[in-house]
Every structure is written in C-alpha cells, then in structure tokens.
C-alpha cells in the first residue's frame, strides 16, 4: 500500500497566486521529500526536509513537515504558468537504502 | 552528463512476449531502483539494488526480474508480458547514504496488448 496521500489530487488557479499541496503518512520516517514531473517526463527533486526540521525553504518553496500529525504541506508562492505539472511527495525510512515510497500527486494547473 | 538514460523510450508487445529495459547511469551511484507509474496511482517500486551484484524487491515484484551485472546499469526484465504490466516505467539512481535524491530517468512507456 501507498505510504503517501496528497491533497487535493487536482488545484487548478491563477498566476501570481499561491499553491498548497498537503500529504500525509503513515508511519515513522527519515525524511520527506517533494518531487516534481511535468507532463511525459520524468521526476525531478524539489526539496528534502529531515524527520526533525519543521520548516524548509528553497526560492519560493517552502515546506513543512509535523511528524506528530504524519503530514507535510508545499507551498508554492506566486505561481507561474510554468509551475502547471505534478507534484509528488514521497517518504523515506531509516535503514531502508533511501527507497521513497510516493504518494499518488497533485495535479497543478497554473493558468496565465 | 546525461545523468539516468532508460531504453528504449517507447515498446509495444503481445502477451507472453519478453523484454528488457535498460537503465543506465554515469553518476557513480550505488543505489538504483525500478519504478512503475500508472494513472492516478503514483509510483510503486519494483525491485532496487543497493550496489553491484545485489537486488532486492520493492512493492511489486511479481512478473519482473532484475539484474545488476556493472555498477552503471540496472536492467527489468519481463519474461511473459501481461496487459496489466502496461505501464510508464521509470528508473531512478541515488548516493551511497540512507537520505538524498533520487535522479529519475525520462521514463520507458510500455504497452503490452
């Protein structure tokens, strides 16, 4: 079964407007990461944020993660038109040789 | 850099046919794993190899082996294709260590009629 559960499965808004994509978990982790796939490619890594940070930023990304209720939101202020693609979050083990398991995605469509 | 190559991009097949992806990778990573995707259900994990000469199961096995022959290349074999093997599959490489990225391939998409 699928560790992670984002939420909504689809968002769709208007440039300059914030995006928040929320997933939740199951069990303990090592850390939690957040991908990206634009249509017909393959995945590219966002940002990683540790079993003991709440807070991470990259440009205009930020995470959160709150182990005490397994879940974790990405922020994307002032979307563009090129932020419309998928959005994964995926969770990783202690000892478990860095496999993610990934949760289903978000669908992001970010409209000019 | 080319970073994680798969091949081939695009095959189709007939049930009970077989076939071979091959993934390729020029990071010097010890980690490499095999990922499916189907609509609406993210990424599972077939099998993984934790270095040269080592594989193990992820999610979903069945139906697939591997081989992990030279530290760069990590190839999934289906030996009797089935329809419900139709699938985007996807490979992805990682450092030696229990955190980091995983660097994905573009995907080989694979219908099995």
């Known amino acids: 079964s699928q560790q992670g559960e984002e939420d909504p499965q689809a968002l769709s808004i208007q440039e300059g407007e914030n995006a928040t994509m929320n997933c939740s978990y199951k069990?303990?982790?090592?850390?939690l990461q957040w991908y990206r796939q634009n249509s017909g490619r393959g995945l590219v890594h966002l940002i990683l944020?540790?079993?003991?940070?709440r807070e991470k930023h990259s440009g205009r990304l930020r995470v959160t993660l709150d182990t005490s209720k397994k879940s974790s939101s990405l922020l994307i202020t002032a979307s563009r038109a090129a932020d419309t693609a998928s959005y994964f979050c995926?969770?990783?083990?202690?000892?478990?040789?860095?496999?993610?398991?990934f949760g289903a995605g978000t669908r992001l469509a970010v409209h000019p | 850099n080319a970073g994680v190559t798969q091949t081939p991009k695009f095959r189709v097949l007939k049930t009970g046919q077989s076939m071979t992806l091959l993934c390729a990778q020029d990071?010097?990573?010890?980690?490499m794993y095999w990922y499916r995707q189907d609509p609406g259900m993210g990424l599972r994990l077939i099998h993984y190899?934790?270095?040269?000469?080592?594989?193990a199961k992820g999610e979903v096995p069945d139906g697939y082996n591997v081989s992990r022959l030279k530290k760069q290349n990590f190839l999934l074999g289906l030996e009797s294709a089935a329809p419900s093997q139709t699938s985007v599959y996807f490979c992805?490489?990682?450092?030696?260590?229990?955190?980091?990225?995983?660097?994905f391939g573009e995907g080989s998409r694979l219908t099995v009629l």
């Open positions: 190899s934790v270095g040269e000469g080592t594989t």
């Open positions: 069990t303990s982790i090592n850390n």
């Open positions: 992805a490489s990682s450092e030696l260590r229990d955190t980091g990225e995983l660097f």
């Open positions: 990071m010097n990573h010890e980690y």
């Open positions: 995926a969770t990783a083990f202690l000892g478990g040789y860095n496999k993610l398991i």
């Open positions: 944020i540790r079993s003991n940070e």
